[in-house]
């Protein structure tokens, strides 16, 4: 049986990334995933904003132009408010060229990467998987979204509360838009968040997001009707692609790590539970995790463990999950339009450019100097 320092489970952003800091710090890593190619089953829209532009890495090549104008519309899609910056505050990634870039960075550090593989357990260091034999790991890193199974097999926190989302991308034809960002607060389509579309000049998504219970219909009609006459939505220039999948928006987990293993990405609840937006939780909580990880191997002290604490980073997420719940409450076309009209005023659209523009969507997730000890077993 093939051993290995760590098993990665999930070659999504969460699970790519982690991989290669850790074969940076000269780990055996293996990354398995159960899609057979990156660019298929994508479940994002792929929106960069740009403070994770600003902090990470990311080869302009991937992105699309930048977006800077945001329109808000009530239920009526009537007069919407129009915010805008002089700076470029969003980028649309070709995210089957960001995994594959992504994963031709940890292959280069060393990590193995394995597609068409799905884990299935791990028991006392055993992983098993359907599509490959098993293989022995001295850590797990669970990345492997949403419902992760990871999680639960190590006794970690899971996910409990959800969105699902969905879109249509498609190219457009060039010079025919003004790129911009439509957001449109209808809880007929989209309860308890957003219908958007985001236009860079290149391509568009049309998309829907919400409380999966209160979508009665069903989340592919309500994507259906919002698309029939989505607001700054241009002509298809080619083929239309659908996306679409869960978005925990419960907060970061409190146990988010054990001596087995450790959760990053959706699979930790690292989404901003306001925006709903996980690419740069993905990168940002992945370079501590790949830091506590390491530091955990190379010494066997789980101590070192403790910095990578869900509870302690829950306490800086309280004002968004406060910010979630009223969004959340926002359940009529009449409660609606009476959000929107509060946004309107100086005060609404400075909170609205706060959230939009902003740099606080995400908290910055430094170590922290205090390592309190915890021994908490695995299952
Ligand atoms: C419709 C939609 C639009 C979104 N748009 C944005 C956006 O524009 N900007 C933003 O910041 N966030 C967005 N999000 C959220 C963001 O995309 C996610 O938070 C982020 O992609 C999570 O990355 P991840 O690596 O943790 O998980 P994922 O990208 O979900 O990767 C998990 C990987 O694990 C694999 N996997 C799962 N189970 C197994 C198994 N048993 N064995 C092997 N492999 C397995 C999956 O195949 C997958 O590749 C959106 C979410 C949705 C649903």
Request: charged share 25%; net charge positive.
């Amino acid at each position: 049986m093939q051993t290995v320092d760590v098993l990665v489970v999930g070659a999504g952003l969460a699970g790519l990334h982690t991989a290669r800091l850790l074969a940076r710090q000269r780990l055996k890593v293996m990354v398995v995933d159960r899609r057979r190619s990156l660019s298929t089953g994508i479940r994002t829209t792929g929106i960069f904003v740009r403070r994770t532009l600003d902090d990470f890495d990311l080869p302009d090549h991937l992105l699309g132009p930048g977006v800077r104008d945001v329109l808000l519309y009530p239920p009526s899609r009537r007069a919407p408010i129009r915010l805008a910056s002089d700076r470029d505050e969003y980028r649309v990634a070709d995210m089957a060229a960001v995994y594959e870039h992504a994963r031709r960075a940890a292959e280069s550090a060393g990590a193995r990467v394995l597609l068409g593989v799905r884990y299935v357990d791990a028991s006392m260091g055993v992983v098993r998987f359907a599509g490959a034999g098993p293989v022995t790991a001295r850590f797990v890193v669970g990345a492997d979204g949403a419902r992760s199974r990871v999680a639960r097999d190590l006794g970690l926190d899971v996910n409990r509360r959800f969105l699902v989302g969905s879109e249509l991308v498609h190219p457009i034809a060039s010079g025919t838009t003004t790129p911009a960002f439509h957001c449109v607060l209808d809880p007929r389509v989209a309860p308890g968040y957003l219908g958007w579309v985001i236009d860079d000049g290149r391509h568009a998504h049309v998309g829907v997001a919400g409380y999966p219970e209160a979508m009665r219909t069903g989340i592919r009609h309500l994507l259906d009707a919002f698309a029939a006459d989505a607001p700054g939505r241009a002509a298809p220039a080619g083929q239309v692609e659908r996306r679409g999948g869960p978005i925990p928006v419960g907060g970061v987990l409190r146990r988010l790590a054990c001596p087995a293993g450790l959760l990053v990405g959706d699979a930790a609840g690292a989404v901003s539970p306001l925006t709903a937006g996980g690419l740069d939780p993905c990168l940002r909580m992945s370079e501590l995790a790949a830091a506590v990880a390491a530091g955990y191997l190379r010494t066997g002290d789980r101590r070192v463990l403790s910095r990578y604490d869900g509870d302690a980073l829950r306490r800086r997420f309280r004002g968004r999950l406060l910010l979630r719940r009223v969004f959340a409450g926002i359940r009529s076309p009449a409660a609606a339009e009476a959000a929107v009209t509060v946004l309107r005023g100086r005060a609404g659209r400075a909170l609205a450019a706060r959230i939009l523009f902003g740099d606080g969507s995400f908290p910055d997730v430094g170590p922290r100097p205090a390592d309190p000890p915890i021994d908490r077993p695995c299952r």
